[in-house]
């Protein structure tokens, strides 16, 4: 698969999705943005070789009277086809850990980057959908963007796509699944939590029915009975109520065989003739594209118009990946980029595509340049202060 060389108007209908999950500034807007500094027409600061072919370019202004003027961008080559991509998680979407923290064990991984946005308010849930070792771990029936990671075609691919599943019973029928361990109850269609989320309270109707091995083995008839984690092996089936969902669900019983299927429906605009999702091995959530056949689409809002650091992951034309980083001072979290400039600076590193990971103290950056190595941080000094967050991006030598 290829990347396509012009937007068609089939494809633009088909990635004409709400600007909530696809953001993208008027061309006139960009006049009004702040431009992006010179950095990157400045000789490389720094450049390092990594297992598996992967290769590292710095450019870091260094010390400035004033710490917003300091500028460093870190851009991992990945050659298409050489590393394995994986997703790496915390034990429960509601734990979260530092990229450091779930990298540590994975010893093959290369290069290790931050995920996707999440809640740091409350629990750590992602904000947006999770695939992990092939199954749904979080998802929503509504249209969702993310990362699909492939591991027999070591690629990543930007995706649009939901999460579809049925709810079968013995006697009553079926039902479509609303969303997997979601922030939400659906509007209507069933609410599906595993033990999965972790040990916080989830979002519960009046009405709750355990399965496991297959049937129904109890009903939970209050809400708060509803919220609670779900044993091991167990799978609990909520709905909002007043819903035809939350209706049918009180005529299931116990002892009733009951079946639970789900997997990621869509498309990966990117690619040469918009190929199906199919079922990726990992899966996660990210926000908005930030470039699109060339074109940045990053706003200028007063929010978008803040320097702070910021992540992505970018494709090439010649069908090379690019992980990178922007910050401003290496050991501060001050500074970095505007959405804008963000996008340019992808630009001028080869992007023909590109997407955001979580940013702010998000934005961690490392690598081995062994195997079984330690982690270096590269984003900043490795003594910087390093977030929690509920998953990270890693390349990994096959």
């Given amino acids: 698969m290829r990347l396509r060389t012009a937007l068609t108007p089939a494809l633009a209908a088909a990635l004409a999705v709400p600007t909530a999950v696809l953001a993208a500034a008027p061309a006139a807007t960009a006049r009004s943005c702040k431009a992006p500094t010179g950095i990157l027409r400045t000789p490389v600061t720094k450049t390092m070789s990594l297992p598996g072919g992967a290769s590292v370019r710095i450019w870091d202004t260094g010390d400035r009277k004033r710490d917003i003027d300091e500028v460093r961008i870190v851009a991992v080559r990945i050659p298409q086809g050489s590393l394995i991509p994986r997703a790496i998680t915390a034990s429960t979407l509601a734990k979260a850990q530092t990229p450091q923290k779930q990298a540590a064990k994975v010893r093959r991984a290369v290069v290790v980057i931050n995920g996707g946005v999440f809640d740091p308010s409350g629990p750590s849930i992602p904000v947006r959908s999770q695939v992990v070792n092939g199954a749904v771990r979080k998802g929503t029936r509504a249209v969702d963007q993310g990362i699909a990671l492939y591991e027999k075609t070591r690629t990543a691919e930007w995706t649009l796509h939901k999460t579809v599943g049925t709810v079968r019973t013995g006697a ?227």
């Avoid at 702070?308 to 970018?314: E, F, I, N």
């Avoid at 590193?349 to 941080?377: E, F, I, M, Q, Y």
């Fill in 172 to 398: 009553h029928g079926s039902r479509e699944v609303g969303n997997v361990n979601w922030q939400s109850l659906p509007g209507d269609g069933v609410a599906v939590y595993t033990r999965a989320w972790g040990t916080s309270a989830h979002p519960a109707g009046n009405r709750t029915v355990v399965v496991k091995k297959g049937k129904v083995t109890k009903i939970l008839t209050s809400r708060k009975a509803g919220a609670k984690r779900p044993g091991s092996g167990e799978t609990w089936l909520t709905a909002r109520n007043g819903s035809g969902t939350a209706s049918w669900l009180r005529g299931l019983r116990v002892g009733e065989a009951v079946t639970v299927s789900t997997q990621q429906s869509g498309v990966l605009p990117f690619l040469d003739g918009r190929p199906a999702v199919g079922r990726p091995d990992s899966l996660v959530g990210v926000s908005s594209a930030m470039v699109r056949w060339g074109q940045n689409l990053a706003g200028c809002g007063s929010r978008d118009e803040t320097l702070r650091p910021r992540s992505g992951l970018m494709w090439t034309a010649t069908g090379d990946l690019i992980v990178a980083t922007v910050a401003g001072r290496p050991s501060a979290a001050a500074g970095g980029a505007t959405a804008h400039q963000w996008g340019e600076y992808m630009k001028q590193l080869g992007a023909v595509h590109a997407v955001n990971l979580d940013g702010g103290t998000s934005t961690t950056l490392l690598v081995r340049t062994k195997v079984g190595g330690p982690l270096t941080r590269l984003d900043r000094s490795g003594g910087s202060f390093q977030r929690a967050v509920p998953d990270a991006l890693t390349f990994q030598v096959p």
